[in-house]
């Protein structure tokens, strides 16, 4: 069984950087495809970023640019770079994970794992 348990969440002024990980245990890493997915209250889940197992990356139009997702598989961690915040990206932000080593869609349909998020908070 995968658990992923993420951090770094916190509260930043707009403009400003944050750094989440998630790290996974329970499974062959670098068989997994994963992804950061984040839902503000009232909205539905949207897909921020995603990588495969070669580490090819896929970001959501509302945050390529200023997001950077990437892996150490030393140690087992998706980490996710945040940029040039805004208030629009306050959200509880979730790491995810797929069996299919080349998925891990922005969808989000299927995925095999998820943690139990951690809230960014962007203020102007």
């Known amino acids: 069984q995968v658990q992923l348990v993420e951090s770094g969440g916190g509260s930043v002024q707009a403009g400003g950087s944050l750094r989440l990980s998630c790290t996974a245990s329970?499974?062959?890493?670098?068989?997994?495809?994963m992804g950061w997915f984040r839902q503000a209250p009232g909205k539905e889940r949207e897909g921020v970023a995603r990588?495969?197992?070669?580490?090819?990356?896929t970001y959501s139009d509302s945050v390529k640019g200023r997001f950077l997702i990437f892996e150490d598989n030393a140690k087992k961690t998706l980490n996710l770079e945040m940029n040039s915040l805004k208030p629009d990206d306050t959200a509880m932000y979730y790491c995810?994970?797929?069996?299919?080593?080349?998925?891990?869609?922005?969808?989000?349909?299927?995925?095999?794992?998820w943690g139990q998020g951690t809230q960014v908070t962007v203020s102007s």
């Open positions: 995810a994970a797929d069996r299919n080593r080349w998925s891990c869609p922005l969808t989000g349909r299927n995925l095999d794992y």
């Open positions: 329970g499974y062959t890493y670098t068989y997994l495809s």
């Open positions: 990588i495969d197992s070669a580490g090819a990356t």
